[in-house]
């Protein structure tokens, strides 16, 4: 038995939701390019779930539903309130309180095909409302009611804000969403399965899967890459910032990837966005900045910028708090891992691979006083 590092290149399960081949990606076959500039987020979460895209009807129940269940238990909001708030990381703050609203759902525990459905869609229309609610309860705000009106894109933002959103920061947001939802096997899928496939609950699959997509090599490079624009502060400090981090062999974060080898598809939508925003806020230094590192790592290490590193200039320019960049990317993944979830029950084996075992052979117990 021999491994193989970080499990590179192991085909771990077959999936109908999203496919990368030749570094083109497609969700249920439709090119991610195609989604970004039509879709909205709920016509692809119901996409994800559905593996097909709705009628109007079906869009117009299903954006209702979602609306209709945005709203969390008043316990999950006191409980912000008792949290060490200047020092709890927000995904440290959202994975509680998704563990927690599992406790306020009757059918946490019904495993039935109906149940598991009702359950993504809850999922699906709270986790906006945990994001939005903890950045203002730590802010001394009040929460702000989800308007039934208003779509996906449209409520989170007025959620997060209490203002009704610009249209332009609507469609960035919603395009946001589309490029974030799913992603075949990547590491906080693979952990929602891995999870799942115990036959555990919904929301333990999530709750881990949130742990797993906190991480800086996974979706908490977004914040990261901001840490590190603020850092260099202006573009004549790009080059040598950029150089020393090279030269020290340490890694730059929203580039490289595991899958992509030529570059992720999403990224232009984002570098576009990115400097259509920086411009429109006065901010284009920021554009500026990652491009000039865009050119740098591309052209010292042929590693091209991935889904992260735009879209943290997006987030910035869209007036989010740097720290929320990474449950962001949860509340589209939400879609991805729901979606992973219900076809691993569709389908289910427990997930347990091997280990190669490295350790010292057969050794003899040495009792305690003679160590
Ligand atoms: C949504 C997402 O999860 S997208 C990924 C977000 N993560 C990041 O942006 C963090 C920075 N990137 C990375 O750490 C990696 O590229 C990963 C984790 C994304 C992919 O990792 P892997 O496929 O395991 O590649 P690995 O980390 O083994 O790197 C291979 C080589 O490329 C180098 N490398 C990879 N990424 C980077 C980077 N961002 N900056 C500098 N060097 C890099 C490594 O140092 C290594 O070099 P070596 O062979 O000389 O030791
Ligand atoms: O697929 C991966 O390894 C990481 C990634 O880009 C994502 O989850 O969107």
New binding site residues.
Partial sequence: MTATK?L?GIVATQSAISSIIDDTLTYVGYDIDDLAENASFEEVVYLLWHQRLPKADELAEFKQQLADNMSIPQPVLDHFKTYPIDKVHPMAAVRTAVTLLGLYDENAEDMSDEANYEKAIKLQAKIATIVTAFSRIRKGQEPVAPKKDLGYAANFLYMLTGEQPQEIAIEAFNKALVLHADHEL?ASTFTARVCVATLSDMYSGVTAAIGALKG????G?NEQVMKMLMEIGSEDKVESFIREKLDN?E????????VYRKGDPRAKHLREMSKKLTTLRGEEKWYNMSQQIESI?TGE?N?PP???FYSASVYHSLGIDHDLFTPIFAVSRFSGWTAHILEQYSNNRLIRPRAEYIGPDMQKYVPINER
Avoid: Q, S, Y
């Fill in positions: 970080g590179e990547n800086p090599l996974h979706g490079a062999k890694k730059i974060m929203g580039f490289g990837h595991r790592v290490k590693l991935n889904v992260d």
